[in-house]
């Protein structure tokens, strides 16, 4: 079919995945090169210095990139008229929107919902600007968003943009030479704490009697989890009011609770809220990114990102309780009569801006690095680069014998 003529978006069949030991399923399993697994796998020995070269032209350098990745530009952003369904303004599925508006690519792979599940991933080729209002939002879940790869280029594209969480993105990165694309961009978006679907339909359940009445679920960066419904009401619950000690141990899978990238530094550009402070937050990383800034520079307001408040306190007493849950959730341990106002207090002292963004990077190195010594601690010296060492050094986590990185330009 010519390209012209293909729908706004579909969802081709995709080929079963293998059987794989930690595995987010991004697809490359399901593809002709499946074998590539072994050295594309953010899960197995990951070489962030070297691929951040190959993308970006150099590695992350100290300061706030040791955090982020490397960025030419970060800014506190949103767009000017935000996108009915989208997750925060809209801004992903805008730049996505005007590359299939300008001819720049052929084809966005993405996620739209399932049709029987609105919070199930199901990936999808984008070929015309209207079929992105169908995709925007969040879902909870991985599906095989690479293994879309082989159906693009089957059906003739060659200018391609992903939008893809990081455990895909860096697969991408890894086996994007081999393509032999004449045009791939990458908008990345942050990812943390995902679970199955099927999980956080539990964890739904908690929140609400008629849990199938909510639209929206956010984790913001005052705080305060922000839950839509389907009759208009908005409700925001403070994170520590919420109902996690009813969850299981294992509510996240091992592959959310350990890996490496928080803030996807292997996207041309990354679109999170995390330093926002209530907006949006962008890190251009490459000439790419500034292309893709670009497109929409009329469309969005952009400022300068704040930081205020400390965050030594809050990551210390995080690594402390992830230590004590042995390999559970961190739930605190603190009395619920304060819960309340610890929360009240928690956005107007607790680290904003910025500063949320490193304590964040810093929790999930905590993390990745106390999981992983429970669950594998063989696994530690290929998987764990040498920056999210230097992240959770300041809390007394150094590597053990047998850990430190093996990853020669690591
Ligand atoms: C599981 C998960 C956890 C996240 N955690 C954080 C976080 O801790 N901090 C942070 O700053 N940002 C996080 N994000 C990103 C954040 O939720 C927003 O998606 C992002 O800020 C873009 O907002 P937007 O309004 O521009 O997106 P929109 O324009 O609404 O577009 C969202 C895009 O994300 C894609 N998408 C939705 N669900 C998935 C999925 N499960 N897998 C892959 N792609 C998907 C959609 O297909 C769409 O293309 C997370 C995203 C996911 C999927
Ligand atoms: S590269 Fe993708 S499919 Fe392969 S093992 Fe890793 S997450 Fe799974
Ligand atoms: S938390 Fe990490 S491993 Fe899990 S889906 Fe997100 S990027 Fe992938």
Not at 136 to 152: F, N, S, V
Not at 184 to 200: A, H, K, M, Q, R
Not at 351 to 357: I, K, Q, S, V, Y
Not at 380 to 388: D, F, Q, S
Request: charged share 25%; proline share 9%.
């Amino acid at each position: 079919m010519p390209l012209d003529q293909t729908p706004a978006l579909h969802a081709p069949d995709l080929p079963p995945a293998a059987r794989r030991g930690l595995c987010t399923d991004c697809g490359l399993s399901r593809m002709k090169n499946a074998s590539d697994c072994g050295t594309a796998c953010q899960f197995i020995a990951p070489d962030y210095p070297a691929a951040e070269t190959r993308t970006h032209g150099r590695a992350r350098g100290p300061g706030d990139e040791l955090f982020f990745g490397p960025y030419r530009a970060m800014h506190r952003a949103r767009l000017k008229a935000p996108a009915p369904g989208a997750q925060w303004t809209g801004i992903t599925t805008r730049i996505a929107e005007r590359l299939l508006e300008s001819g720049a690519v052929t084809a966005v792979l993405t996620m739209a919902p399932d049709p029987a599940d609105k919070w199930r991933p199901v990936p999808v080729i984008v070929t015309r600007a209207e079929g992105m209002a169908a995709v925007r939002g969040m879902r909870m879940g991985t599906a095989p968003l690479l293994a879309l790869l082989e159906p693009a280029r089957a059906a003739g594209h060659t200018r391609i943009a992903v939008i893809g969480i990081p455990c895909q993105v860096h697969a991408l990165r890894m086996i994007e030479e081999k393509l032999g694309l004449e045009r791939l961009y990458v908008i990345g978006t942050p990812c943390s704490d995902n679970t199955t679907t099927e999980n956080f339909h539990r964890f739904l359940a908690l929140l609400d009697e008629r849990p199938e009445s909510i639209t929206y679920l956010e984790f913001r960066a005052d705080y305060r989890v922000e839950i839509r419904h389907d009759d208009g009401r908005v409700r925001t619950i403070p994170f520590l009011m919420l109902p996690l000690s009813d969850l299981p141990a294992d509510f996240f899978p091992l592959t959310c609770r350990s890996c490496v990238d928080y803030t996807n530094a292997l996207a041309d550009i990354t679109v999170g809220y995390m330093a926002g402070t209530g907006e949006q937050w962008l890190l251009v990383r490459n000439a790419r990114g500034e292309e893709l800034l670009e497109l929409i520079r009329d469309d969005v307001v952009l400022e300068a990102p704040s930081s205020a408040g400390k965050r030594a306190a809050a990551v210390k007493g995080f690594a402390a309780n992830t230590e004590r849950a042995a390999g559970g959730l961190p739930l605190r341990r603190m009395p619920r009569f304060l819960r309340p106002l610890v929360a009240w207090l928690q956005p107007r002292i607790g680290p904003r801006g910025l500063e949320f963004a490193r304590a964040r990077l810093e929790m999930k190195a905590v993390e990745t690095v106390l999981h992983l010594r429970r669950a594998h601690p063989r696994r530690l010296k290929r998987m764990v680069p040498a920056h999210v060492w230097k992240l959770v050094a300041p809390y007394g986590i150094t590597p053990r014998e047998g850990e430190t990185p093996t990853n020669p330009s690591a």
